[in-house]
């Protein structure tokens, strides 16, 4: 394969495995749960300013990548113990609240940043060489983690007794709870743990979109439509709809603007949720 060919694939594979890193936690929240949380970006958004802030002070993103899925979880957990679950049977409520959580967010950086953006340095800053193009290593470890990382929540959500649990308490938690199961934990903790993958995602693709207020935000259109192409009610839908959306998104990239290139994957979305409005995998755990 010439260089550029090898080149255009890893594009393609690279702006996939962001894409469907970014919906892993929108996968659990909106996905399973069914809360349409417009704060999802900012969740992001707090995880790549945790390993901002790492690289700055302490010199090491890779402490950044560790502490973020743990301070954002610990938001989530808050945020869903004080706010969130009061609109589990009111969605538009849910949709206003989150949203105007997001704002204060997205806008409290906006007020602190002395410049529009700040760049992060990925630790892994060397190339390495194959089919004759130069990959950024970085691309590479993102790639390889989003697979891993969606294998293995899958598993255990598919496969475990933690799973059928939280499963079955999102599908029927009055049911679960007369089997003894506490169904406010559990709901709690699937927020918790879908806020955290989100704060990792965000700490991973710093380095390669930089820090701004806008972070979270400018992803969260292709991440709703990814969860809405997969199909709510289950984890696999998004990320099967974050692929269907990123790989031809990539690919037309690689021959028009990215501007364009967005308004025919919003054409599409558009044109299969008419066909196909419950999505990919409607109504399955």
């Known amino acids: 394969m010439s260089p550029e060919l090898v080149r255009g694939i890893f594009d393609v594979l690279s702006l996939s495995s962001i894409l469907i890193l970014l919906v892993i936690g929108m996968a659990i929240i909106v996905g399973m749960m069914k809360v349409f949380n417009m704060c999802q970006g900012e969740l992001v958004l707090l995880g790549a300013v945790t390993g901002f802030l790492c690289s700055t002070y302490l010199g090491n993103l890779w402490i950044g990548i560790l502490l973020a899925p743990i301070v ?12 969130i679950h009061r609109f589990y049977i009111n969605p538009q409520g849910a949709l206003l609240a989150t949203f105007a959580i997001g704002l204060v967010m997205r806008e409290s950086l906006r007020n602190r940043m002395s410049t529009q953006s700040s760049p992060v340095d990925a630790p ?18 993102i790639i390889i983690t989003t697979i891993i990382l969606a294998l293995s929540i899958g598993y255990v959500l598919l496969k475990t007794n933690l799973g059928v649990k939280v499963r079955a308490t999102l599908d029927n938690p009055d049911l679960v709870s007369v089997s003894g199961i506490s169904t ?8 918790a743990f879908g806020s955290a993958l989100s704060g990792f995602a965000g700490a991973m693709i710093v380095p390669l979109q930089t820090l701004y207020p806008n972070l979270g935000y400018d992803n969260l259109i292709l991440m709703f439509i990814a969860v809405m192409i997969g199909g709510l009610g289950q984890f696999v839908g998004p990320l099967a709809g974050a692929a269907l959306i990123a790989i031809p998104g990539a690919v037309i990239g690689q021959f028009i603007s990215p501007v364009t290139g967005q308004i025919l994957v919003l054409v599409f979305a558009i044109i299969f949720m008419r066909f196909r409005p419950g999505g990919i995998f409607q109504g399955r755990r």
């Open 72 to 83: 954002v979880g610990i938001f989530g957990l808050f945020l869903e113990r004080t706010i």
């Open 124 to 141: 892994i800053k060397e190339l390495v060489t194959i089919g004759g193009a130069n990959l950024p290593i970085w691309r590479i470890v």
């Open 184 to 191: 406010k934990w559990m709901y709690a903790g699937t927020y």
